[in-house]
């Protein structure tokens, strides 16, 4: 069965500290897709990024660069010079992609806060 | 270009009352999901549809939860006999599936919180 850990419930920094949000997955696939979700206050989960299973580059967008491992199973997300906007849970999601069953299995999140 | 849009955002019903919550897509998306989130955890999948087509539901989908597509555009949820353990919110999350058929991107709406008195 599909899981999701991370371990960290909650991280509090001082604003311009960089972050880094542990995942790490279990999966029977070999073909999965892995993604990061942001929760605002607000409550809406907006999406950050999608990777493939074979798909093992970095990625770097803006402030935010993601590390994906598939010989230790995880996909951290960093957050360089974080800023106060930053702060919200964020959610780790995993999607195999046998038979069509696309629904996502999230991590219990990570409440990150940002203090000024 | 609107996203996912949710209606009601809130609400307060008694033990044992029916419940319906309405879900829109981003339109052109052919696959419609629903997830639960309650307190302190991460969203729950129950179930999805592609175009009209209920394909998969959870265990976590009671019989006493019902959802539908019927023109493969908004879906609705309905509990019935609601339980105080059903207070949660409710999120509709919505794809457009691509060559691999898996995998999609799914977008989120705004969610509805039940609270069941």
């Known amino acids: 069965a599909q899981k999701v850990t991370q371990a960290q419930t909650e991280i509090s920094v001082v604003e311009k500290e960089d972050v880094t949000l542990d995942c790490v997955y279990e999966t029977r696939d070999t073909t999965y897709y892995l993604f990061w979700y942001k929760q605002p206050p607000s409550g809406e989960l907006v999406f950050l990024i999608r990777r493939n299973s074979f798909d093992e580059q970095n990625e770097i967008s803006g402030r935010y660069s993601w590390n994906f491992q598939k010989s230790t199973s995880s996909f951290n997300f960093t957050i360089t010079a974080s800023q106060v906007v930053d702060s919200a849970v964020y959610f780790c999601?995993?999607?195999?992609?046998?038979?069509?069953?696309?629904?996502?299995?999230f991590g219990k999140g990570t409440h990150l806060i940002i203090q000024p | 270009d609107t996203g996912v849009s949710q209606d009601p955002r809130h609400k307060i019903t008694k033990r044992g009352q029916n419940v319906t919550f309405r879900c829109d897509p981003i339109?052109?998306?052919?696959?419609l999901y629903w997830y639960r989130q309650t307190l302190g955890q991460g969203p729950e999948f129950l179930t999805y549809?592609?175009?009209?087509?209920?394909?998969?539901k959870s265990r976590l989908l009671s019989d006493r939860f019902s959802a539908e597509r019927p023109k493969g555009s908004f879906s609705t949820l309905e509990i019935q006999r609601t339980e105080q353990g059903d207070s949660a919110m409710y999120l509709c999350?919505?794809?457009?599936?691509?060559?691999?058929?898996?995998?999609?991107?799914?977008?989120f709406g705004p969610g509805t919180r039940l609270t069941v008195l």
């Open positions: 339109s052109e998306h052919n696959r």
């Open positions: 549809f592609q175009n009209e087509a209920q394909l998969e």
């Open positions: 999350a919505s794809s457009l599936t691509g060559p691999r058929n898996a995998g999609d991107t799914q977008y």
């Open positions: 999601a995993l999607s195999e992609s046998g038979g069509g069953a696309d629904g996502l299995t």
